[in-house]
């Protein structure tokens, strides 16, 4: 369920007027969605106002790393390097952009990751054959409605590069071997239906929020349970 709220960054400067606050069921993380507003601010400024929210922290305190820990790259999700949560571990925070959509999330308990995808009615079938499993192509092309199919094919998409987000530096996973479950079939709640053995077990306990953002475009936070 999603309600306007001021997320105020220190002394007073209301940095998303617009923004909706999600809750992303019981996971403890909310995601965060401006768009449209009479300016916008950067994505860093979308997140720190966020996590300042959340962790009742200056927003000019929040601290944010880009660079990957692993190797230096800029890839994967964003670090809280401050504030840590009360028992001293991080916070699990990423941010997205779109056009004039940003979406960010941010939690204390799982692993998350943010992608917003523009809608595109052709990808083209060898895009498709790189980015989805054969049974999501099926379900694209299943699809009479151009608008509808487009819009599954972008989500599938969304929530696949917010899962690669949220695992951060790894071995590469080529998207068409893993198949999701199907977006408006599944209620917006989207799961791994075939994995790939470098996951184990750990897949069970993905879960993709879609979150409602205007505009052709779409969004999605990967939170790993």
């Known amino acids: 369920m ?4 001021p997320v105020r960054e220190d002394g007073g400067v209301d940095v998303t007027a617009e923004g909706e606050l999600i809750e992303l069921g019981d996971t403890g993380a909310r995601a965060l969605v401006h768009a449209g507003g009479r300016r ?17 922290v200056p927003a ?14 800029r890839h994967g999700r964003v670090t809280v390097a401050y504030p840590l949560t009360a028992s001293g571990a991080p916070w699990f925070a990423d941010v997205a952009i779109d056009g004039d959509t940003i979406v ?23 895009i498709d054959e790189a980015a ?10 299943s ?11 972008a989500t599938l998409w969304a929530r696949k590069t917010a899962l690669l987000r949220a695992l951060g530096h790894t071995d590469f996973i080529e998207p068409s071997r893993l198949a999701l479950s199907i977006p408006g079939a599944d209620g917006g709640l989207g799961r791994i239906e075939r994995s790939v ?5 750990f897949w069970r306990g993905v879960v993709f929020h879609d979150l409602p953002v205007r505009g052709p475009r779409v969004a999605a936070v990967a939170v790993i349970g």
Do not use: K, M
């Open 197 to 201: 053995p470098e996951f184990g077990s």
């Open 2 to 5: 999603g309600t306007n709220v």
């Open 40 to 56: 916008q601010p950067g994505v860093d400024l979308v997140l720190r106002g966020l996590i300042s929210h959340a962790a009742s």
């Open 132 to 141: 989805f499993h054969p049974s999501e192509r099926e379900a694209i092309r």
């Open 104 to 126: 960010a999330a941010a939690g204390t308990r799982h692993p998350l990751g943010v992608a917003v995808e523009p809608v595109s009615i052709d990808a083209g079938e060898l």
């Open 143 to 153: 699809f009479d409605d151009g608008d509808r199919s487009a819009r599954v094919r």
């Open 60 to 73: 000019d305190d929040v601290e944010l790393v880009h660079a990957c820990p692993e190797c230096g790259a």
